[in-house]
Each structure stands twice: as C-alpha cells, then as structure tokens.
C-alpha cells in the first residue's frame, strides 16, 4: 500500500521515537524507504501492550497508541503469530488496515509465520535445500541414549552437554521442561538450554543447523543452542565450540 511498517516483537523500535515520554514499540511512514535512518514516523504504538492466546491456539500480540478520540480508542497493531516449524525466525507479513475515517483511527493487522509459534515437539527431521538436494537426519535420533558433546576446554571435566536430533531428549535428572532438545549439566546446576519445536535449517550454502530455542532464563534472555552439521563419511559427534552471552 505504499507505506513502511515497522515494529519490535515484545521490545522498543528506537526508529519510531517515543510515545507520551516512552520508546515506541511501532510506527507507520507515508511511504517506502530503504533507510530507517531517513524515516518519518507517524501513527506511533506501545502505549499499551498485550500477548494473547486464543482458545484456537493463535497467539497474538497487540500494540495501541495514544487514544485520539474522546471514547478512548486508539491506533493498533494486531499481529498474530502462526505455527510454522520451517521457519525461523520469520518474517511478518502485512495482511490489512482498517480505518474509521470518522474517528481518524487505523488498525493494521500483520502475520508473522514463525515456529516460535509452535507448540514445543518432535520435528520433522526431513529438509531440502534451494538446489533440491534431500537431506534426512532422522537416523542421528536416539530415543535411550543422547548425544553427549565432546568437551575439550578446562571446564569440560565438570560439566556435560546433552544433545538431540529432532526429537526430545530421554529423561535425564533434572533437566526439566517440555521437549528439551539441549542439556546442560554441571556438579551444582542443570540447565534446559533449549527446546524442540524448529525444524532443521539449511542455508543457501547448503550448510545444515539445528536450532533449540526458549530454554532456562539467561539473563534477561533465554537459552538456546545451535548444533552445525557437516558432512562426513563416518558417524562423527558432536563437539562443544562456544557460548555466547
């Protein structure tokens, strides 16, 4: 429709300025630009903010701005999240708006396709790259005994990691939560470092990920774990690299 959108999920969207003295969560621009440095924003959203889940499973989120009119109402962003395991992280869509000429008021209404959408559970272990190539990684799961990741740094000798394909790990005391895929464990404290619910990633490199998100609290974030596969005429395992903060 000729404009530009913008919007965090669940956060500030510096671009968009501030509303009633606080950072906006979204806005609307006039027109289309490659530049968010260049944006004049208008029709500003986060005031309030609220996440709703539907007796129908749909997860929505919404954003409304300063009330304009007497009878409260306000502009809105109403953007529904749907269950998509293929896709990660996503990206939203512009489905509609509408407007009420007589109180100048919009709602704008996105999509946003994502399998943090999805309820956590096995996954499809099937994928294709852009060229058509197959690749089936169902025969790396194991329902008794996990992949445990070799660790070569120092803190190795005290700690173990826990690893699935696809499906959610066997039960392993004290890593807790609904379709772990990742597991961390040390001598004082166990850590569910993500949950199944994405399916395997290929990149257009033909790089292959798995991709376990929504673990243990980290911060002010969440535990997640990346698993890179790369091809091998033998059954390797896996091998601790990095964390990041």
Known sequence: IGKTFLFNVCGEMPACGTLDGKPASGCEAEAQMDDVKTLKPGRLVGLEKSLQLSTEGFITLNYTGLPSHPNGRADAFIIRFVCNDDVYPGTPKFLHQDIDSSLGIRDTFFEFETALACVPSPVDCQVTDPAGNEYDLSGLSKARKPWTAVDTFDEGKKRTFYLSVCTPLPYIPGCHGTAVGSCLVTEDKKLNLGVVQISPQVGANG???????????????????????????????PTFQLQND
Not at 209 to 234: M, P
């Open 207 to 237: 790089s292959l990920s798995l991709v376990y998100v929504n673990g243990d609290k980290c911060k002010n974030q969440r535990f997640s774990t990346r698993i890179n596969l790369e091809c091998a005429h033998t059954t390797g395992s």
